[in-house]
């Protein structure tokens, strides 16, 4: 069960004494039409708010082994006869050695979707996760696995998975969030007086 605010209240959210009652870290705000009843799920009427880092998508992940040749890159520092007085460096060509050599690569799926939304390095922490849903998130330039979503059957949707790569590429942190709702509750003041 939770509780329900009226906009005025989003700065106390943020505010030390509010986050020291509860028991967990405020992970996001949900912003609910007054003249709506709440429904549970997703619901194009509500506005759902995390901070940037906080911010995650749901795939399927499908782990496929690529074989790439063997390489080995070689600098060597190299005098030619006629230049006794230059350096100059020869990079050697990739040497292919017999065999292959494995790379793992992380696809990952948003749901009714064949070809993958983006791809991760596979590491031996990622095997056990082949074909199942995964939270990541996406730091530095890359995905990253956060963990397993043991209570999802499918990934999120591509219009989720869009609306939270859209909230990744332009965040809004909770001083843009607050100075936009006291903006909005400012304006209904000044309305409601007439003014």
Not at 96 to 110: A, D, R, S
Not at 117 to 133: C, D, E, G, R, S
Not at 163 to 180: F, Q
């Amino acid at each position: 069960l939770q509780d329900f605010y009226g906009l005025e209240a989003v700065r106390k959210f943020f505010g030390e004494k509010f986050t020291k009652t509860v028991a967990h870290e405020i992970d996001g705000l949900i912003f609910q039409p007054v003249n709506e009843p709440y429904c549970a799920g997703r619901c194009d009427k509500l506005l759902k708010w995390k901070p940037p880092s906080h911010n995650s998508i749901d795939f399927l992940l499908r782990i496929q082994r690529i074989c790439k040749p063997g390489r080995c890159d070689k600098l060597l520092k190299w005098k030619p006869p006629s230049h006794n007085s230059i350096d100059f460096l020869l990079r050697i060509q990739r040497i292919c050695k017999p065999g292959e050599l494995p790379e793992y690569i992380g696809f990952l799926y948003v749901q009714h979707e064949n070809e993958p939304k983006a791809q991760m390095k596979a590491t031996k922490k990622l095997l056990p996760y082949n074909n199942k849903i995964i939270e990541c998130t996406y730091t530095n330039g890359k995905w990253e696995f956060m963990r397993e979503r043991t209570d999802k059957s499918l990934p999120n949707s591509s219009k989720t998975a869009t609306a939270v790569w859209n909230s990744i590429i332009y965040p809004i942190d909770k001083e843009m969030l607050v100075a936009y709702v006291e903006n909005i509750c400012n304006r209904r003041s000044l309305n409601f007086l007439n003014i």
